[in-house]
């Protein structure tokens, strides 16, 4: 803080000492003694008609008198006014140095006024050889400008060498012109805001649409707001779109792996989100170490969560099928209870470990934040980088599945038992692997809904049933179905959330499951080829 007086206090003297240099010769322009008077005291309404009227000549002397008075040295002595910094005593309007009056008092600024010195400060700071502190200008006036700063807004729009910030300025130009008094100067502000495609604007417009009396003005208000809506629509529809996918994409996680278990081994696993959650705290565990032995290196922490969390899931799956799972294949019921057993085991066992609440997963600093697609549009890092991490997990499940020899193997052992272990198949450890297989999958998962919200004890018992539905309605057994169905009733879900709110959309989406089982108990795509049954 008191470094950044002093620079303040560096950019006073050279502002107050280049005005005195440079002469300010010409009069009508020049900060006078009698103009930092008018702005010092008084009453508020008569300093801020006084600041405009200086402000709307552009002197570049005023922006270190408004910069000392907000930081509260000014002071007043019968009619000089004085900039105090420390034991250097400045004359406010020609920068020279001068002696302090014993009777000299402090300037009061209201916080009203404070607001208005801002104001001018970004309005003058619009001339900035700096492009980043004229952009940052532009962005203060959007919401502070009045029309006494319309000259000076012209002027520095025909100043603008950079073609992004002249069209800001242009815009804020048609923003402060909206609430002039001239009805031709808000007529041509419509038209002008007509072409913009930000939400502040429609905002604005809305705003202003109610409070205008004149009929031409408010219906070019009502044109350019419609013009205006139906531009922002695309980037809500394409919002939309991506929130579908991107709820999609962490349903198909969730569901990957309860696809193997379930529609490849024909296991009801109610312990496929506690699965999932123990991923999400192997994530976590992850973090705590690279945060206390490899700060440095924390941004990279997530390399080696995601074989941690697969590994963690994977090896709880296993102990759970050589323990328990394997005595109760082709008994769907006692399966069903044994796992819901189980799972309440494991999230007493980690409310143990790691305690009740909830605890924070934090992103890598390259997976925070967001790219600005359009202006009322962002697709955050992390959602996007789930999306790839879900395309890479699912081409290696296909490759694993379909090109491997464990792969060809599970695919033995599901369509006919007995013919695989005729052939020399240890269908005991096939099927011990592909649990793991499943479970590990279900860690994945965890990894990446750790990067999107908070992990508790709870957490598999948000998607177990959604799970279950993707895999269901994509057809039993069926990878490839439960990629259409994971993706499909996400962007079916938001659909939905956008007209009936998120409980009734799924009580509709869990209706329309039942519905379409009813009439395709297979699922999407039915089971193909031979099984053991058949």
């Given at each position: 803080?008191?470094?950044?007086?002093?620079?303040?206090?560096?950019?006073?003297?050279?502002?107050?000492?280049?005005?005195?240099?440079?002469?300010?010769?010409?009069?009508?322009?020049?900060?006078?003694?009698?103009?930092?008077?008018?702005?010092?005291?008084?009453?508020?309404?008569?300093?801020?008609?006084?600041?405009?009227?200086?402000?709307?000549?552009?002197?570049?002397?005023?922006?270190?008198?408004?910069?000392?008075?907000?930081?509260?040295?000014?002071?007043?002595?019968?009619?000089?006014?004085?900039?105090?910094?420390?034991?250097?005593?400045?004359?406010?309007?020609?920068?020279?140095?001068?002696?302090?009056?014993?009777?000299?008092?402090?300037?009061?600024?209201?916080?009203?006024?404070?607001?208005?010195?801002?104001?001018?400060?970004?309005?003058?700071?619009?001339?900035?050889?700096?492009?980043?502190?004229?952009?940052?200008?532009?962005?203060?006036?959007?919401?502070?400008?009045?029309?006494?700063?319309?000259?000076?807004?012209?002027?520095a729009e025909h100043a603008e060498t950079d073609a992004k910030l002249r069209a800001d300025l242009q815009r804020?130009?048609?923003?402060?012109?909206?609430?002039?008094?001239?009805?031709?100067?808000?007529?041509?502000?419509?038209?002008?805001?007509?072409?913009?495609?930000?939400?502040?604007?429609?905002?604005?417009?809305?705003?202003?649409?109610?409070?205008?009396?004149?009929?031409?003005?408010?219906?070019?208000?009502?044109?350019?707001?419609?013009?205006?809506?139906?531009?922002?629509?695309?980037?809500?529809?394409?919002?939309?779109?991506?929130?579908?996918?991107?709820?999609?994409?962490?349903?198909?996680?969730?569901?990957?792996?309860?696809?193997?278990?379930?529609?490849?081994?024909?296991?009801?696993?109610?312990?496929?989100?506690?699965?999932?959650?123990?991923?999400?705290?192997?994530?976590?565990?992850?973090?705590?170490?690279?945060?206390?032995?490899?700060?440095?290196?924390?941004?990279?922490?997530?390399?080696?969560?995601?074989?941690?969390?697969?590994?963690?899931?994977?090896?709880?799956?296993?102990?759970?099928?050589?323990?328990?799972?394997?005595?109760?294949?082709?008994?769907?019921?006692?399966?069903?209870?044994?796992?819901?057993?189980?799972?309440?085991?494991?999230?007493?066992?980690?409310?143990?470990?790691?305690?009740?609440?909830?605890?924070?997963?934090?992103?890598?600093?390259?997976?925070?934040?967001?790219?600005?697609?359009?202006?009322?549009?962002?697709?955050?890092?992390?959602?996007?980088?789930?999306?790839?991490?879900?395309?890479?997990?699912?081409?290696?499940?296909?490759?694993?599945?379909?090109?491997?020899?464990?792969?060809?193997?599970?695919?033995?052992?599901?369509?006919?038992?007995?013919?695989?272990?005729?052939?020399?198949?240890?269908?005991?450890?096939?099927?011990?692997?592909?649990?793991?297989?499943?479970?590990?999958?279900?860690?994945?998962?965890?990894?990446?809904?750790?990067?999107?919200?908070?992990?508790?004890?709870?957490?598999?018992?948000?998607?177990?049933?959604?799970?279950?539905?993707?895999?269901?309605?994509?057809?039993?057994?069926?990878?490839?179905?439960?990629?259409?169905?994971?993706?499909?009733?996400?962007?079916?879900?938001?659909?939905?959330?956008?007209?009936?709110?998120?409980?009734?959309?799924?009580?509709?989406?869990?209706?329309?499951?039942?519905?379409?089982?009813?009439?395709?108990?297979?699922?999407?795509?039915?089971?193909?080829?031979?099984?053991?049954?058949?």
């Amino acid at each position: 803080m008191r470094g950044l007086r002093a620079l303040r206090r560096l950019a006073l003297g050279l502002g107050l000492a280049l005005a005195l240099a440079l002469g300010l010769a010409g009069a009508a322009h020049a900060f006078t003694a009698a103009q930092a008077l008018a702005i010092a005291q008084g009453d508020s309404d008569a300093r801020i008609a006084a600041l405009d009227a200086v402000v709307a000549a552009g002197d570049p002397a005023l922006g270190g008198f408004l910069q000392a008075l907000l930081d509260d040295e000014v002071q007043v002595a019968g009619d000089r006014v004085f900039v105090v910094q420390g034991e250097q005593v400045l004359d406010a309007s020609t920068g020279a140095p001068a002696t302090l009056p014993a009777d000299a008092q402090g300037v009061v600024n209201p916080n009203r006024m404070r607001a208005h010195f801002e104001a001018a400060l970004a309005a003058l700071r619009l001339f900035s050889p700096d492009r980043a502190v004229r952009a940052q200008a532009i962005d203060q006036l959007r919401d502070e400008a009045s029309e006494s700063y319309l000259a000076l807004i012209q002027k520095a729009e025909h100043a603008e060498t950079d073609a992004k910030l002249r069209a800001d300025l242009q815009r804020l130009e048609a923003r402060v012109q909206l609430g002039a008094r001239d009805p031709a100067l808000r007529l041509a502000a419509a038209r002008t805001l007509a072409a913009s495609d930000q939400p502040a604007t429609q905002s604005l417009l809305i705003d202003r649409l109610a409070a205008e009396t004149d009929p031409t003005v408010h219906a070019a208000l009502q044109a350019a707001l419609s013009r205006v809506a139906a531009r922002l629509a695309w980037g809500d529809r394409l919002g939309v779109l991506f929130s579908g996918i991107s709820l999609g994409s962490i349903l198909l996680l969730a569901a990957l792996g309860l696809a193997i278990t379930y529609g490849l081994m024909g296991v009801i696993n109610m312990a496929h989100g506690e699965l999932m959650m123990i991923g999400a705290y192997a994530t976590y565990a992850v973090q705590n170490l690279f945060r206390h032995w490899l700060p440095g290196a924390f941004d990279a922490y997530i390399a080696a969560a995601v074989p941690a969390s697969f590994l963690a899931s994977a090896l709880v799956g296993a102990v759970l099928e050589r323990t328990v799972i394997r005595w109760l294949y082709g008994r769907p019921l006692e399966t069903l209870l044994a796992t819901w057993g189980i799972s309440l085991i494991l999230m007493q066992s980690v409310r143990t470990l790691f305690g009740a609440q909830n605890v924070a997963v934090e992103n890598p600093g390259w997976m925070s934040g967001g790219w600005d697609v359009l202006p009322n549009l962002t697709l955050p890092y992390n959602r996007l980088a789930i999306l790839a991490f879900t395309a890479f997990v699912l081409a290696g499940m296909a490759l694993l599945i379909g090109r491997t020899r464990l792969g060809l193997f599970v695919r033995g052992v599901t369509q006919n038992r007995r013919m695989a272990a005729c052939v020399g198949v240890n269908t005991a450890r096939i099927d011990t692997c592909a649990f793991a297989l499943g479970a590990g999958i279900a860690g994945l998962a965890g990894c990446a809904l750790s990067q999107v919200g908070n992990v508790g004890p709870d957490l598999g018992q948000s998607y177990i049933v959604d799970s279950f539905m993707v895999v269901v309605l994509g057809g039993v057994g069926q990878i490839a179905g439960t990629v259409y169905a994971g993706l499909g009733l996400g962007l079916l879900n938001k659909l939905l959330e956008g007209w009936q709110g998120a409980v009734l959309a799924k009580i509709m989406v869990l209706a329309f499951i039942v519905v379409f089982i009813q009439k395709r108990p297979q699922g999407l795509f039915a089971l193909r080829g031979r099984s053991a049954e058949a």
